[in-house]
Structure formats: C-alpha cells, structure tokens
C-alpha cells in the first residue's frame, strides 16, 4: 500500500480565509444598523472616546504611558482603532506614499463614516494580501512597520492584524449588547 502524497496547502489563502470569514459573518453583521448614539455612547467613567479637535479632525483619548489598567473604551475608539491605527496607516505604509500617523489622520466621527471606512480599508488591505505570494508572506516586514516588527516575517503581522480586528469586533459586539441591556 503506498502512502498517498499530501497536497500543498496555501498557507496565506487559508489565514486570509479566517479573515474574510470573520468579516462576513461575525464583524460586519454586528455593525448593522449602529447609530451615532451607541458609537459615542460612554458606559463607564472616564471611558476613552473620540473627539472633535480645534482643527475639526476627530482623535481618540489616550495617555502616554497608557493607563494601568486601560480605561474602557467606546465603540467609535475602538471601531476608529480597527479603522486607523490597524489597516489605514498600515495600508498608507506599505501600499501607500507613508504619509499617514495616528498623529495627523482624521479618525471617523460617525457611525455612518466608520462603517465606511472600515470596510473601504478591510477590503483594501486584503486585496493587497492576495497580491502577495507564499514567499512575500515568510519575507520581513521591513521599515514600514515599528523596529518590533521590522525583521519578523509578514505572516506574524497579518496574524497580527486578524486577531486585533477579531478581538476588537467581539469588544465593539458586546458593547452592543451593553447599550442595548443598559435598561
């Protein structure tokens, strides 16, 4: 009896297929019919938001160093850091002219331009993946990430992209739930 020879297995097409299928059934049916009042919606203390600059920009609280703990935050920071922080920049930085930083990006002041932007952004930075091929995926980031992630492969990047969009869209889904139980 010969042993049967085990097929290739596309490992970018199976990670980017976690991605895809997060976004099509988890990510994108939670954000259905999101208003600006629970995308706003402060429900602790001193909750992090986003908000409007004198210059009209939008930009999320934060703190340097960051709070221990990290204060809760709304569903427009964490949505705007999904949009912004993980594909905008990331997408201006290796498909783009790397002019974009948190420090100088417009965050999304709706619910409306969120959804948006976020899927403009989740659409554009997997396209740009399924351009790349087995070996782009096991070459090093490079400079167009932080000195952390400079020599590491892309695929740690991507993984790690997929899983601040995974655990970020299950916070922004209970938040929902919260506004919706808030009684």
Known sequence: MTTPTPTALNWPAEILAQGEFYWDFSLWPRL?????????????????????LPDGRHAPDSGVPEPEPPPVTTIAWRLGHIVVDVLETRINWHFGDRTLSRDTIDWPGTADE??????????????????????????????????????????????????EIIHHGAEVALMRDLYQARG
């Open 32 to 52: 259905e019919g999101l208003t600006d009042a629970e995308f706003y919606w402060e429900p602790a203390p001193g909750a992090w938001n986003v908000r409007r």
């Open 114 to 163: 969120a959804k948006q932007r976020l899927r403009m952004a989740f659409r554009t930075w997997f396209e740009n993946m399924h351009e790349l091929g087995e070996e782009d995926f096991a070459a090093p980031v490079g400079g167009a990430e932080a000195a952390q992630w400079a020599d590491m492969p892309m695929v740690v990047l991507v993984l790690h992209l997929q899983r």
